[in-house]
T-cell receptor, first 109, second 117 residues
Framework: GQNIDQPTEMTATEGAIVQINCTYQTSGFNGLFWYQQHAGEAPTFLSY??LDGLEEKGRFSSFLSRSKGYSYLLLKELQMKDSASYLC??????????WGAGTKLIIKP | GAVVSQHPSRVICKSGTSVKIECRSLDFQATTMFWYRQFPKQSLMLMAT?????????EQGVEKDKFLINHASLTLSTLTVTSAHPEDSSFYIC?????????????FGPGTRLTVL
């Protein structure tokens, strides 16, 4: 079966760095997405990785290792507004998105 | 970037009534739209994939006679929850794939909060 695993909840301090991991097992791979979702709102796109390596976009970076079925989202210089759920999703061979359950990130002052 | 709208944003209805939710792609043509449901503290659950001009493909466990999907144009898909019951109360989110996007990413509407009394 297809499976996406990510931690349920993480806590970090304002100004610090946090890494959210995601491991996956899917039928085929056409890229991995990270989305941010604030409570009561729809997800918003953060990043896309299809090749191995690190993609940096401002305070956010995303890493992919296809051989290990592993990705992480790195958030630097954390701000209170970064408190949200972070969803990892993999596009399978049918171009269907398989979603993880999301990681709730709590930022403390 | 691509924009997807959804209407209404919030609806409260009585048990047994039907509710229609609209999803529109505002600045691109979406041949494929997706309908998700999200219960509190849970992840997105794909309900169905909607292709313009053809029947929707429903995920296992989703009743197609209860959740009617119509994708009549390249910019509009509708989800009708028929004979709604309290257990149908949830956050319904649509998304659309922009064919011109190099990422094949899905752009999400703002969601519709349905409460069935």
């Amino acid at each position: 079966g297809q499976n996406i695993d990510q931690p349920t909840e993480m806590t970090a301090t304002e100004g610090a760095i946090v890494q959210i991991n995601c491991t996956y097992q899917t039928s085929g791979f056409n890229g991995l997405f990270w989305y941010q979702q604030h409570a009561g709102e729809a997800p918003t796109f953060l990043s896309y990785n299809v090749l191995d390596g690190l993609e940096e976009k401002g305070r956010f970076s995303s890493f992919l290792s296809r051989s290990k079925g592993y990705s992480y989202l790195l958030l630097k210089e954390l701000q209170m507004k970064d408190s949200a759920s972070y969803l990892c999703a993999v596009m399978d061979s049918n171009y269907q998105l398989i979603w993880g359950a999301g990681t709730k990130l709590i930022i403390k002052p | 970037g691509a924009v997807v709208s959804q209407h209404p944003s919030r609806v409260i209805c009585k048990s047994g009534t039907s509710v229609k939710i609209e999803c529109r792609s505002l600045d691109f043509q979406a041949t494929t739209m997706f309908w998700y449901r999200q219960f509190p503290k849970q992840s997105l659950m794909l309900m169905a994939t909607s292709n313009e001009g053809s029947k929707a493909t429903y995920e296992q466990g989703v009743e197609k006679d209860k959740f009617l999907i119509n994708h009549a144009s390249l910019t509009l898909s509708t989800l009708t929850v028929t004979s709604a019951h309290p257990e149908d109360s949830s956050f319904y989110i649509c998304s659309a794939r922009d064919p011109s996007s190099g990422y094949n990413e899905q752009f999400f509407g703002p969601g519709t909060r349905l409460t069935v009394l």
